[in-house]
């Protein structure tokens, strides 16, 4: 990765994308990154570079360029209308595909997870999403292990919440597991956040 930071977290963007999966898990990861040691990176990428506008109308502007994907130790997936109509786009899908190859870790938020679902990276994993979409998981990906009762599940390289609402949680998690509880927990302290859900269900 040459001088790229050793810990760099990608929330990608795309039209339609849940406001509250991409801004939640933003302000979360980027509090912890100005007083992290290991000084990650958290970035905002459109798989062309361009603007997107999120499915309530919100629209944001990437802050590095699609090249920067290939450097990521994590990514994250939002959901929203936008997610579901990409898991009907086969070059998404093969690009998911090969993002997953390089990219040791994924997240993914409510409606988030049916693209992954779609390219095959569910298969056998433990997975949740909000109850309303369990059926549409599972006729995307039969083979998910699906536990709609957690808000969310850690299955080691990936991660999954329920919905966009529990998308601070996660990135709770994240800054958990990639530092330490002291750091999530100065993180919460700095954004006067309380958890709303359980700990997550690790597999």
């Known amino acids: 990765m040459g001088t790229h930071s050793p810990v760099r977290v990608g929330i990608v963007l795309f039209d ?13 990861l980027s509090t912890w990154a100005r ?19 999120c499915d309530a109308g919100l629209d944001l502007v990437p802050t590095a360029a699609p090249a920067e994907f290939e450097h990521l130790h ?5 959901g929203g209308p936008g997610a579901r109509r990409l898991t009907r786009d086969p070059q998404y899908l093969g ?21 992954l679902a779609a390219a095959g990276l569910m298969a056998g994993r433990a997975v ?17 292990l699906l ?19 529990h998308a601070v949680d996660l990135a709770l998690h994240l800054v958990e597991r990639l530092d330490s509880a ?4 100065r993180v919460r302290r700095e954004l006067h956040f309380e958890p709303t859900a359980e700990p997550p269900t690790h597999w």
């Open 16 to 28: 339609g994308a849940d406001e509250l999966g991409i801004v939640g898990p933003h302000a979360v």
């Open 35 to 53: 007083s992290a040691s290991t000084h990650p990176d958290v970035l905002l990428i459109s798989r062309d570079g361009e603007p997107v506008r």
């Open 74 to 78: 994590v990514l994250i997936h939002p």
């Open 95 to 115: 690009w998911l595909r090969r993002v997953r190859h390089r990219t040791p870790m994924l997240a993914a938020l409510g409606a988030g997870c049916l693209p």
């Open 128 to 144: 949740t999403v909000h109850p309303d979409l369990a059926g549409e998981l599972l006729s995307v990906e039969p083979g998910a």
């Open 147 to 165: 536990d709609t009762a957690a808000s969310t599940v850690d299955d080691g390289d990936l991660v999954t919440c329920a919905a966009g609402g």
């Open 182 to 185: 002291q750091a999530c927990v």
